[in-house]
């Protein structure tokens, strides 16, 4: 079992950047693929990027490929989401996610065991 906490989140104005980090607990971290997924207000829980167990495949959505780059640091418990050139609707809670398998696609909620609280983030324009 794994614990996920999610932190970074904050209010920045578009154009700008910011970099959430989620930390996990246990010593297995390195045994787990990681996403991030986000929620705006009103709307349904979507993909937005993930990484597997060693980091070496990475996955993203189309609306936030070339501007958002995950990444993980087995040594540190922790999986990072770099957040650039930021726009008013990237605005949402963002969640962090953790399973120990795959079996449809990385981009499926339903594929992760572990989720965080989420952290806030407000894009001003």
């Known amino acids: 079992q794994v614990q996920v906490v999610e932190s970074g989140g904050g209010l920045v104005q578009a154009g700008g950047s910011l970099r959430l980090s989620c930390a996990a607990s246990g010593r297995t971290f390195s045994s787990y693929h990681m996403g991030w997924f986000r929620q705006a207000p009103g709307k349904e829980r979507n993909f937005i990027a993930a990484?597997?167990?060693?980091?070496?495949?990475?996955y993203y959505a189309d609306s936030v490929k070339g501007r958002f780059t995950i990444s993980r640091d087995n040594a540190k418990n922790t999986v990072y989401l770099q957040m650039n050139s930021l726009k008013p609707e990237d605005t949402a809670v963002y969640y962090c996610a953790a399973t120990r398998s795959i079996t449809y696609g990385y981009g499926r909620s339903h594929e992760y065991d572990y989720w965080g609280q989420g952290t806030q983030v407000t894009v001003s324009s």
């Open positions: 990484i597997n167990s060693n980091g070496i495949s990475t």
